[in-house]
């Protein structure tokens, strides 16, 4: 399966939701995560974010390897969403912010 990771954060530019062919994306306040039952690991999304925060779970980095659980945690609280939508108002700034998890709201 595929993973959204902390780069998404506050940023939440949706490319991604456009391309899934199983529409497995889920929509939260700031971020979206992908639901690892419906993901077929076509790889599609990974080019399409402006910031990379897609990441085979394999190739998650050691850092971020929360995300992973997190992802399925979400899907399992998140609404589906399938088409892109703009993205947050400030998304460029947040885009250059490293350490962002704590802003987080889930
Ligand atoms: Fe959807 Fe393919 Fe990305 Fe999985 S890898 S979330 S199926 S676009
Ligand atoms: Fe997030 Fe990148 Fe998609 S910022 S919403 S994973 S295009």
Do not use: H
Not at 60 to 86: C, G, H, M, S, Y
């Amino acid at each position: 399966t595929y993973v959204v990771t902390e780069a998404c954060i506050r940023c939440k530019y949706t490319d991604c939701v456009d391309v899934c062919p199983v529409d497995c994306f889920v929509e939260g306040p700031d971020f979206l995560a992908i639901d690892p039952d419906g993901c077929i690991d076509c790889t599609l999304c990974v080019a399409e974010c402006p910031v990379e925060a897609i990441f085979a779970a394999s190739d998650v980095p050691d850092e971020q390897q929360a995300f992973i659980a997190l992802n399925a945690e979400l899907a399992r609280k998140w609404q589906q969403i399938t088409e892109k939508i703009p993205a947050l108002p400030d998304a460029d700034d947040w885009a250059k912010i490293k350490n962002k998890r704590q802003f987080l709201n889930v």
